[in-house]
């Protein structure tokens, strides 16, 4: 049967939308800052992480300078970033959390954006990372995905060079972007240090967004639905989104985890995923199952892999997946600028199921991500759209354009390529086909990979 929307969340499923891939942070930042720079009224953002050292691609400056330059232009620019709390105050080291040097930095060069800091649940993260351009406009877009402001991410498809990450936005224009929209009033009327003095930055930062009421015209064909992972009782307001349905907010959103759920289960021949972790027991569990019906499974994850201090007890899970023949498990690496592989750290968080149906968005497949965490995805069924995405991805990972393949023979090709990869490397030959490398799935995350 094809994969069901679910009607956990906020945001209904709408239709008429148009979804395009970016793959990687040079050429996504590279349209997100396109479409920043022909902004006519706004530009609204939400930021968990940016890093000091972080440049747009083309000698754009920092991201507060592409913001600085449109808010000049008269148009009203507002960011949302994360402030860690004490529990997770490891991670201000590479977030914009409004410290005095940051206010000093504002008041110095970027005194015309408008800023609120939100907090998350005590230990948690608001982890979504989204752009909405020209919101109340038809022809407005916007940017949903787990791509951070680091220097890592500014990498293209090839990944050549030092400590590139691997990661994807999809940009989504039509009906559904008022769901974006809706997202960012929520969170930026509500957010947490809205009433500080060192919560908020800007001529407007002290005035909230009215919500949209008008959804934008029909651009394409796509089938989406915006959807949220957000702690329980994070939000003290509520409202309903134009065409939706009430939603209590006091039991928090988990509608990624039960769409990631739904999708499995409706898997009938292919699955494709690439996440930064899969820890989590019940989807490893979902999929073990979707293997025993004889759905192909292939999940790219890190080759060397950073450990979740949350994960969950799923390492004797996931390594049963060794035992299903329908299982690979690969990672990546690109060429070194001496020639020689270096592992790419594949940070996406996505899913396709039978090449008719996905998900990309900012949550990981970790308890701390589906049911803690403020994380957004877009889901989304169009044959051509996600047909699109899953042959943009494997031209990147293994080096052959499969648009001409049905996706079982792709997926299976793809396996071929990752093997022949393997065993190249174990050769100390780094003349592969594309980036791929299939792994141990056994031990995976219990000694070393690549």
């Keep these: 049967m094809p994969v069901p929307f679910v009607e956990t969340g906020t945001y209904p499923t709408r239709a008429g939308n148009r979804v395009v891939p970016w793959i990687d942070g040079e050429p996504a930042f590279r349209r997100i800052c396109e479409a920043v720079e022909l902004a006519q009224e706004s530009v609204l ?5 940016m890093w000091s050292s972080f ?5 754009r400056g920092s991201a507060l300078d592409v913001l600085e330059r449109a808010a000049r232009r008269g148009v009203d620019v507002r960011v949302i970033f994360w402030r860690p709390d004490e529990e997770t105050a490891e991670w ?10 940051h206010f000093s930095l504002l008041a110095l060069r970027y005194p015309s954006i408008n800023i609120r ?12 990372k989204s752009w909405v351009i020209d919101a109340a406009r038809d022809v407005g877009t916007a940017f949903v995905g787990g791509i951070n402001l680091n220097p890592h991410s500014v990498a293209t498809p090839e990944h050549r060079g030092h400590h590139h990450n691997h990661d994807v936005y999809v940009e989504v224009t039509g009906p559904s972007m008022v769901d974006v929209h809706h997202n960012f009033v929520q969170r930026w009327n509500e957010a947490s240090d809205r009433a500080r003095s060192d919560g908020r930055w800007g001529e407007r930062s002290d005035t909230d967004l009215a919500f949209p009421i008008q959804v934008p015209a029909a651009r394409g064909a796509a089938l989406v639905q915006i959807q949220r992972a957000m702690h329980a009782g994070r939000y003290a307001v509520h409202h309903t989104p134009p065409g939706g349905v009430p939603y209590p907010i006091s039991l928090g959103e988990r509608t990624i985890n039960d769409q ?3 999708a499995i289960q409706a898997a009938r021949r292919t699955i494709y995923l690439e996440h930064q972790y899969m820890e989590d027991t019940e989807i490893v569990r979902r999929i073990e199952e979707a293997l025993t019906r004889g759905v192909q499974v292939l999940a790219m994850l890190p080759a060397v892999p950073a450990l979740s201090a949350h994960a969950g007890p799923s390492s004797a899970a996931r390594a049963r997946l060794a035992g299903y023949a329908g299982f690979t498990l690969c990672g990546m690496a690109g060429l070194d600028t001496n020639g020689t592989r270096t592992p790419v750290y594949v940070h996406s968080k996505l899913l396709i199921v039978d090449d ?5 968005g900012s949550c990981n497949l970790h308890h701390y991500s589906l049911f803690g965490n403020g994380e957004l995805n877009v889901a989304f069924t169009d044959a051509t759209s996600v047909r699109a995405l899953r042959i943009a991805l494997f031209r990147e990972h293994v080096g052959i354009d499969t648009s001409d393949l049905n996706e079982t023979d792709a997926l299976i090709l793809f396996q071929r390529v990752a093997n022949e990869n393997r065993n190249r490397h174990r050769k100390n030959d780094s003349d592969w086909q594309g980036l791929a490398l299939s792994l141990d799935v056994a031990t995976y995350g219990l000694k070393p990979q690549f």
């Design 45 to 49: 953002a939400t930021v968990t992480f």
């Design 92 to 101: 201000r080291r590479n977030t914009f959390w409004g410290s005095a040097e």
């Design 117 to 128: 800091w939100d907090r998350a649940h005590p230990g948690y993260c608001q982890h979504q």
């Design 356 to 360: 008719e149906w996905a998900t990309v």
């Design 55 to 59: 440049l747009m691609p083309d000698g």
């Design 260 to 262: 990631y759920g739904a």
